[in-house]
């Protein structure tokens, strides 16, 4: 069946060829690799929110492929969302991180910030609601009628993300420097401190790439659909996939999973 709309008519530029579909098979391979690491490891089940953070987004890459070949509203819609949305699930991925080494960690004197409840559940709450405004205002953004208030609806959930990420990374920041807070020691880890440091800095670093890319996506959603940067395919390439894919080649190459077995034998902890 036909399409009444080509490439240029959704995008509003002529997108690359092939690219997309580079990006699709090296998620697939980050996909497979995390997969493989987590089994051989016995890693926690959570660990792999990874894995299917890294198949949504090649599947949103399949989808912008197909959308370039064969232009239609509903591709469309669906690579938006799915290259817009799944980075929310590594920013959930690094909260659980930093709310596992203070479960595993005994601080009788934390402050509230710091304890594991506030961590995963305060920072997964703002993770879904992000999530539901980016979802709603990107859906939002595709139709002509709905573009302006689906762009600003879609720049308030992205602003707010960038709020709580910059509130991780000071809580991220002060598990890094406390010796009070330690995590299972892996067999490249020297003592459970030194593990704790590796975690945490791969948890900074990632945070701080997906930080820039959420930055990047709040600008190009303020100047809107067709804007100078939306239009600048380079851009989205630039500070949409390679920070998301550094993202992925950090947690294959500095491997956290050893950190976060299936079954721990823990120190007490202080509950909420």
């Known amino acids: 069946m036909s399409s009444s709309y080509t490439a240029l008519d959704l995008y509003t530029y002529d997108p690359v060829h092939v690219v997309p579909e580079i990006a699709a098979s090296v998620f697939i391979a980050a996909a497979i690799i995390l997969t493989i690491q987590i089994i051989k490891t016995n890693t926690a089940a959570w660990v792999f929110v990874l894995v299917a953070t890294a198949l949504s987004e090649s599947l949103g890459y399949i989808t912008r492929a197909v959308c370039i070949q064969h232009p239609s509203m509903g591709l469309f819609i669906s690579t938006t969302l799915l290259l817009l949305l799944p980075p929310n699930a590594l920013a959930f991925f690094n909260y659980k991180t930093v709310g596992e080494i203070s479960r595993q960690s005994y601080d009788p004197d934390r402050k509230f910030w710091l304890k594991p409840g506030f961590v995963v559940w305060v920072f997964f709450a703002s993770d879904v609601a992000t999530f539901v405004l980016q979802a709603g205002g990107g859906a939002l953004t595709v139709f002509r009628d709905t573009r302006d208030i689906g762009n600003w609806i879609c720049s308030a959930g992205l602003a707010a993300q960038i709020v709580f990420i910059t509130i991780f990374l000071f809580i991220t920041f002060s598990v890094y420097r406390s010796p009070l807070y330690t995590v299972t020691k892996g067999a490249r880890d020297r003592n459970i401190l030194s593990a704790k440091r590796r975690v945490t800095r791969v948890v900074l670093v990632t945070t701080l790439l997906l930080y820039v890319r959420t930055i990047y996506r709040l600008v190009e959603s303020v100047d809107g659909y067709g ?14 996939f390679v920070p998301i894919f550094s993202m992925f080649l950090i947690y294959i190459v500095f491997f956290v999973g050893h950190n976060f077995p299936r079954h721990i034998t823990q120190t007490p902890v202080v509950r909420l």
């Open 227 to 240: 804007g100078k940067i939306y239009a600048a395919e380079w851009a989205f390439y630039v500070f949409d």
